[in-house]
């Protein structure tokens, strides 16, 4: 059996162009020998060369076939308007058919804090709060003001799971109903060299990493949250970033938008700042909605104005989305498209030696949230305030630092 299954992962490996790991074999023992196999046999290759071909692609946008997306001003809604929102997204609440969860599985590179990212304390009022903290406040805050406890889903990397979880309980889940606190972890993919070969890590496997906030969908279906959810009755689910100190988790204005409109999706933006602001926006792509990142979007577009003297493509996605259950159901059974990243990867090569790259050597794919809103005919849009809805923390220092984000939140909370 032994002698077959090496046989046939070495097969696998020659096929695919993964000589480097024949080789690196050659340096384990049995029992690393062995783990290494059983994890080879777990990796779609076919998925690994889609994914290196697609590196090769340029991102192109056929500008005829855009138009600016359509929104609600939360501003200019009508207080009689507004009431009607507020109080059919309330009966959603109130009837315990909603839950919020929270992408925590980024790596929170820019920040440079060790450790999960939610773990960061935020230095505002003296004593200073945990992002986690600052999250939880604003759950418990809707959960006295309706009456409830809103079941709280929590998506780690595999690699922060464990680091999440003791932080957690630890701090007493902050006064949360820990039988309300649900975590669960996202996907990883491998990553590749320029070359598409496979990296191989310190622990002797081959190196994975997160598949992005876009692999929640198909984590809370695989994880068995998705089920959860359905066992409590869940209807809408609010999906929100762990980093977003001024994030509204519980907006009954959106969640009544949504319902008015009878959309399975709705998302809060906000104006973007400048034509240079490093944001996705959204827009209608033959037809659907979609959020095209910073990166990908032309310049001429990015600068474009409308009628009102405002960016044509100005609603900014600020990771404040709300999807129905079976909206969530539908988009975890497909295959959302994968960006790459071109970092900087340390890897064993083929003689079990560690190689610290000076430069960025290989690739890691990520699927974005925002790529499912074109499975969708139509989103609902609320924009929203940045100075009451948007204070991320993403820098170590400059724009949208813990700097920022403290000047922000201690204004609001004046
Ligand atoms: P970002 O794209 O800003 O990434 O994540 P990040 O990991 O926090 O920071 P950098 O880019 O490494 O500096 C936006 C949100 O998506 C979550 C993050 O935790 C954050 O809430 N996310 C991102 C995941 O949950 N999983 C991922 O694989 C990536």
Request: aromatic share 10%.
């Amino acid at each position: 059996m032994g002698i077959e299954k090496t046989q046939e992962v070495i097969d696998l490996l020659e096929k695919n162009g993964q000589e480097h790991i024949i080789k690196f074999m050659q340096t384990l023992n049995d029992e690393e020998r062995e783990r290494l196999e059983d994890q080879i046999l777990t990796i779609d290759f076919h998925q690994i060369l889609e994914l290196y071909d697609n590196t090769k692609k340029k991102f192109e946008i056929k500008e005829s076939k855009i138009e600016a997306i359509q929104y609600f001003d939360k501003e200019k809604i009508s207080s009689s308007k507004k009431s009607q929102l507020d109080s059919l997204g309330e009966k959603i609440i109130t009837s315990q058919k909603y839950a919020v969860v929270t992408m925590a599985g980024g790596q929170g590179t820019r920040l440079e804090h060790t450790g999960p990212k939610g773990t960061f304390k935020l230095d505002v009022y003296g004593k200073g709060k945990y992002l986690f903290e600052i999250l939880i406040d604003n759950l418990k805050e809707a959960n006295k003001k309706y009456g409830v406890i809103i079941p709280w889903y929590i998506m780690t990397s595999k690699e922060n799971y464990a680091e999440t979880k003791n932080f957690l309980e630890k701090h007493s889940f902050f006064g949360y109903d820990k039988n309300h606190v649900i975590l669960f972890q996202q996907g990883e993919l491998p990553l590749i060299d320029k070359n598409g070969k496979l990296l191989i890590g310190k622990n002797k496997l081959i190196k994975l990493a997160s598949d992005g906030n876009g692999g929640t969908f198909t984590s809370l279906r695989t994880s068995g949250a998705l089920a959860d959810m359905k066992e409590r009755g869940i209807e809408w689910v609010f999906i929100g970033g762990v980093d977003n100190v001024l994030l509204k988790m519980a907006d009954t204005t959106l969640l009544g938008l949504a319902i008015e409109q009878n959309v399975q999706i709705a998302s809060k933006s906000i104006v973007k700042a400048n034509p240079q602001e490093k944001v996705g926006v959204f827009c209608k792509m033959n037809g659907h909605p979609k959020v095209i990142e910073y990166t990908e979007l032309p310049e001429k577009m990015a600068e474009e104005i409308d009628s009102n003297g405002e960016l044509k493509y100005g609603e900014s996605h600020i990771m404040c989305n709300l999807f129905t259950i079976e909206a969530i159901e539908k988009i975890s059974k497909e295959t959302l498209i994968y960006h790459q990243a071109l970092k900087k990867n340390s890897y064993l090569d083929e003689y079990g030696k560690e190689i610290n790259p000076q430069d960025a050597n290989s690739y890691k794919f990520e699927a974005f949230i925002f790529d499912a809103f074109p499975l969708f005919d139509d989103i609902a849009i609320l924009r929203g305030k940045r100075e009451f809805d948007f204070a991320p923390v993403k820098n170590k220092e400059g724009v949208d630092s813990p700097r920022t984000a403290k000047e922000l939140y201690e204004k609001f909370w004046n």
